[in-house]
């Protein structure tokens, strides 16, 4: 359904063609690739209109509220049979830092996040050679039957490409046997940029453009929502990301099975292919202003079809996160708990913010503080009153709190080390989808 805001007066000294689009957008018209590049590079007064537009069209489309999730994620194991050049996460089968928690201590963190109110976990990790081809399925299984109303927002397409591998199923298969024992979604992640050229300069042998869409597309079958991501600021161009986004309309309007876009800036700081130059020409993530056209983009080129757009605070860090609700983001997404990949890269944002510090902010940005579920399903609707919100258990863990644990602590600790195996050949093919 088109939003027609013509009444939406742009800044004056706007240029022409940058005008023109934005106008367009206002009108509900469809946002090109050629016209989404030109927008990449607005500044100035081009960079307020666009960033003012997203905001309007935001309103438009979803409202005024802001919503986040309760949620603890869980990065079970840090062990990888790939070497991605921006991953600072993976060791090796025979690193000492390696680490891999038990079924049993899963299942405690996830008790006691949903003791403390989280009602989703999230579920991934490294691809940790001689895995079970069907641990995620009893992981799964394990999860929902110790906290049967708990959401399991799990596995990544790369992770269940590697479930497919290790088990003989085809995705098909293999995602009804998931959702059969409690999946409840998957996250559109280990998609980084959605072009095999790119995709081969960050990591060879990594899932492709096309494996990636076959799982994303097979789950929306089944009716198994997903995620969906960018992970942008390294060595892509505008033109790739911006087809990268092309790619995600099309394929919400074929399936409709998308919940949210989340951009996801690179953190370079500890990436190897940026600290060790692996990759020539690598930035250090993106710059503020390119965070808030990329955000002002996605929004006027997905917010018609993929109406959520989630601000990584993880990743942006909380201040640039609230920016970035003027810039067309509507959700913070969660309190997280524990988080050890983008930690491991160098994000300084900490992994844990309490549900009263996502309000906080999201009413200092003049929004409604919405608690959602998984599937962007209203939870509770908070007034402008802080002093008027329920007492929540999270809220009640200082900062300082020792038992969530670290990535550090992980690495170090004997009781979760990793024991070596032989790493088994795997043999690339392409998967059956039936």
Not at 18 to 26: P, T, V
Not at 158 to 178: D, M, P, Q, T
Request: hydrophobic share 40%; with cysteine.
């Amino acid at each position: 359904m088109k939003t027609t805001l013509s009444s939406v007066t742009l800044p004056s000294n706007v240029t022409p063609a940058i005008a023109a689009i934005l106008e367009r957008s206002l009108a509900g018209d469809e946002l090109s690739v050629a016209d989404a590049v030109l927008l990449c590079g607005a500044n100035g007064r081009d960079f307020h209109a666009l960033v003012q537009t997203a905001d309007v069209l935001r309103e438009a489309q979803v409202g005024d509220a802001v919503s986040y999730v309760v949620n603890r994620n869980l990065n079970f194991t840090n062990v990888c049979v790939k070497a991605c050049k921006f991953c600072a996460f993976s060791r090796t089968n025979r690193s000492e830092q390696g680490y891999f928690l038990p079924r049993e201590e899963i299942v405690q963190r996830v008790v006691e996040a949903h003791s403390l109110g989280a009602t989703e976990v999230c579920l991934q990790a490294g691809l940790a050679p001689g895995l079970d081809g069907r641990f995620y399925i009893e992981l799964c299984r394990t999860v929902k039957e110790a906290v049967p109303d708990i959401h399991v927002h799990a596995f990544s397409p790369e992770e269940v490409k590697y479930g497919c591998e290790r088990s003989g199923l085809s995705i098909r298969a293999y995602l009804r046997e998931l959702k059969a024992v409690g999946l409840g979604s998957l996250p559109g992640t280990s998609a980084e940029v959605l072009d095999d050229g790119v995709r081969k300069r960050l990591a060879g042998g990594r899932i492709t453009t096309e494996e990636w869409i076959s799982v994303i597309t097979t789950a929306h079958e089944l009716e198994i929502p997903t995620t969906s991501t960018l992970m942008y600021g390294h060595v892509e161009s505008d033109e790739e990301r911006v087809r990268h986004l092309a790619l995600l309309r099309t394929l919400q309007r074929r399936t409709g099975g998308f919940t949210e876009f989340v951009p996801l800036s690179f953190v370079h700081q500890e990436s190897p292919m940026y600290k060790k130059g692996m990759l020539p020409g690598c930035r250090p993530g993106p710059t503020g202003h390119e965070v808030m056209r990329l955000f002002a983009i996605s929004r006027l080129m997905l917010g018609a079809d993929i109406p959520n757009l989630q601000a990584s605070w993880v990743k942006e860090g909380l201040r640039q996160a609230q920016l970035l609700l003027s810039a067309g983001a509507n959700d913070l997404g969660g309190t997280l708990i524990n988080e050890s990949i983008s930690t491991s890269a160098g994000a300084a944002h900490g992994q844990r913010v309490n549900p009263s510090e996502l309000r906080r902010l999201i009413r200092e940005a003049g929004r409604t503080p919405v608690e959602r579920s998984t599937l962007y399903v209203e939870r509770q609707r908070f007034t402008a009153d802080a002093a008027l919100d329920p007492a929540e258990p999270l809220d009640s863990v200082s900062d300082d709190d020792p038992r969530f644990g670290s990535y550090a602590q992980l690495t170090a600790d004997p009781r979760f080390r990793f024991e070596p195996v032989e790493r088994e050949a795997i043999k690339p093919r392409s998967l059956p989808v039936h």
